[in-house]
């Protein structure tokens, strides 16, 4: 009884791992082309930021098999070529009260900045692509807790 | 319904017992609004499915409440008692439950056209990343038993006591089941990456709550303009209201036979002959006599009374 309760349960949680699948296949990418894409917002020259920013980066990276390709600038262009599908994935504060907000899937933070200003890293990725935002999500956990390389 | 407008002895206990079942539908709804609601994330289906499960609410509220007035029996200010109240209260949740369907219907298309695709995130929960939507799946299962199960016990109580409100709660329950299964396609559709499902099985779901509405409101409207007795939960002629119709047209040849219903009561009016004095309403029933209560009232209108007045 118990074996088949047990197989029941690995069933399960195989089936589990199946769901969800991104509508446009942003992981089952980035895993065949073994890299992608990220936009960093400029937070100025803050070195906590770049360091958690590396962190996050090299988890995702070691997760994926891929290797980032990076890219600075402002806010508003990166998250407009992330919506459009040309960036994987940008980090860096954003406003709670900014119209980007609805656009695009904030998740959770990796850490923040307390000086000069004190500012919130999250990652943003494209909305709906659920499958590598659970990816990033449980990488940006172990970030945020310190779970460092 | 008497004279005094008090409740008929054969209705004392269906009624206890559909209080008491409208209770537990309610305690129910409540626990499956709190767990759909602790799982909504962004998800439209999931959203509207939720608002349905909230006016889920709706039609036994309505019942409790309107059978409250009903046993207060005739007021002073109210002679012919207060067994309409059923169908104002049905009225006015019929137009809620039309509204928020048409808002939903509209939300979920523009959703659609916008292209939008829904982000359903993850939850960090004994040591392990678990997908929000498995546990969407597990609310959407739960949101379909109790339904099932209280919309068959509604339905035979409905039928003894002529209950429309009862009686169209327990449709909307028993049909509660189109919804779960809209509901778990939109969120396994959107765990497969179909972007759209999410907003198409929204969309169904807010359709069927506007049937809901529809009906609800030709129901309530056919009796607030006193039309003649309805077959409980459609639009037709009720059979025992045609049987009644047809012997008191045998009885009193050459008048004019008005029937209306008052809630699940049924008042009749003979008019054109002089009024036959001693009448035994019970008697005077032609179906089955556990249902005789059903005729409440017989008024006579003398001939030539439309004349002089």
């Known amino acids: 009884m118990k074996w088949r309760l047990a197989l029941g349960a690995a069933l399960t949680l195989a089936g589990c791992d199946r769901l969800p699948r991104d509508p446009d296949g942003t992981l089952d990418r980035i895993r065949a082309e073994q890299r992608f894409r990220v936009g960093l917002i400029a937070t100025g020259d803050a070195p906590t930021g770049a360091e958690l920013e590396s962190v996050f980066l090299g988890r995702v990276a070691r997760a ?21 599908g040309g960036l994987d994935l940008v980090i860096g504060p954003l406003s709670p009260e ?52 | 319904m008497s004279a005094n407008g008090a ?8 009624m ?13 709804t409540i626990s499956i609004v709190i767990v ?46 207060f067994a309409r109240v059923h169908s104002l209260a049905f009225l006015i949740a019929a137009v809620a439950l039309a509204l928020v369907g048409a808002m939903l219907l509209w939300d979920s298309v523009s959703t659609l056209a916008a292209r939008e695709h829904a982000t359903v995130a993850s939850i960090h929960i004994f040591g ?6 498995w546990l969407m799946l597990g609310a959407q299962l739960y949101s379909i038993v109790p339904p099932l199960i209280i919309g068959r016990l509604e339905m035979p109580l409905a039928r003894t006591m002529q209950d429309e409100v009862l009686f169209t709660d327990s449709k909307m329950n028993k049909a509660n089941w189109q919804t779960g299964a809209a509901g778990l396609a939109g969120v396994i559709g959107l765990g497969l990456g179909w972007w759209w499902a999410d907003s198409v099985a929204a969309a169904f779901i807010s359709i069927g709550i506007i049937a809901d509405g529809w009906r609800a409101l030709r129901i309530a409207t056919a009796e607030l303009v006193d039309g003649v007795p309805r077959a409980l939960g459609g639009i037709g002629p009720d059979p025992e209201a045609r049987l009644l119709m047809a012997k008191l047209e045998r009885q009193y040849p050459g008048a004019v036979i008005r029937l209306r219903e008052t809630g699940r009561y049924i008042h009749a009016e003979v008019c054109g002959v002089d009024p036959d004095f001693r009448q035994n309403l019970r008697a005077l029933w032609p179906g089955a006599p556990e249902r005789s209560w059903r005729l409440a009232q017989l008024a006579f209108v003398p001939p030539h009374q439309e004349e002089a007045a």
């Not at chain 2, 409740?7 to 269906?14: R, T």
């Not at chain 2, 939720?50 to 109210?78: Q, S």
Request: proline share 8%.
């Open chain 1, 64 to 84: 994926t098999g891929a290797t980032p390709l990076l890219k600075q600038g402002a806010s508003e262009p990166l998250l407009l070529e992330l919506e459009e």
């Open chain 2, 36 to 81: 759909m609601g602790l799982v909504l994330g962004n998800s439209q289906t999931m959203k509207t499915a939720w608002v349905e499960d909230t006016l889920g609410l709706i039609p036994p509220i309505v019942f409790l409440v309107a059978i409250r007035f009903e046993r207060k029996g005739a007021a002073r200010d109210f002679p012919f008692g």
């Open chain 2, 128 to 133: 392990r990343d678990l997908w929000l939507g």
């Open chain 1, 98 to 149: 900014s119209p980007w907000v609805d656009r695009v899937a904030l998740l959770r933070p990796i850490g923040e900045i307390r000086a000069p200003q004190h500012l919130v890293l999250t990652p943003i990725a494209r909305k709906g692509e659920n499958r590598w935002i659970m990816l990033l999500e449980a990488e940006a956990r172990a970030t945020l807790a310190g779970e460092g390389s």
């Open chain 2, 7 to 14: 409740v008929p002895a054969e209705l004392h206990e269906p």
């Open chain 2, 16 to 28: 206890r017992r559909a209080v008491r079942l409208e209770w537990w539908n309610i305690g129910f």
